[in-house]
Nanobody, 118 residues
């Protein structure tokens, strides 16, 4: 099991930026990839961006060109830089990790709220 702690959410105006951070602890050696997910009001949780241990990234269409995922393997941390935010990005953002069999390693915590509003 892996424990994950998210931070960095908040209230931002349309067009603004936020940087989310997530630090993993526990069975770090089992991590193959780390990613960010979000649950918008009335919608299911969905993948936003992920990066595997080789540095290969995967972005959802809504994130492509606006969000950037990075990892600091030395600190077991993954970041999500979100630019050009719009109200449709309002959601609770969660971090999680998967192993090489694509199994989720962490529990869904409380996440971090991102609200984009004027």
């Amino acid at each position: 099991q892996v424990q994950l702690v998210e931070s960095g959410g908040g209230l931002v105006q349309p067009g603004g930026s936020l940087r989310l951070s997530c630090t993993a602890s526990g069975n770090i050696a089992s991590i193959y990839a780390m990613g960010w997910y979000r649950r918008a009001p009335g919608k299911p949780r969905a993948l936003v961006a992920a990066m595997n241990n080789e540095g290969t990234t995967n972005y959802a269409d809504v994130a492509q060109g606006r969000f950037t995922i990075t990892r600091d393997n030395a600190k077991n941390t993954v970041h999500l830089q979100m630019d050009s935010l719009n109200p449709e990005d309002t959601a609770v953002y969660y971090c999680n990790a998967i192993d090489s069999g694509l199994n989720l390693l962490g529990s869904w915590g409380q996440g971090t709220q991102v609200t984009v509003s004027a």
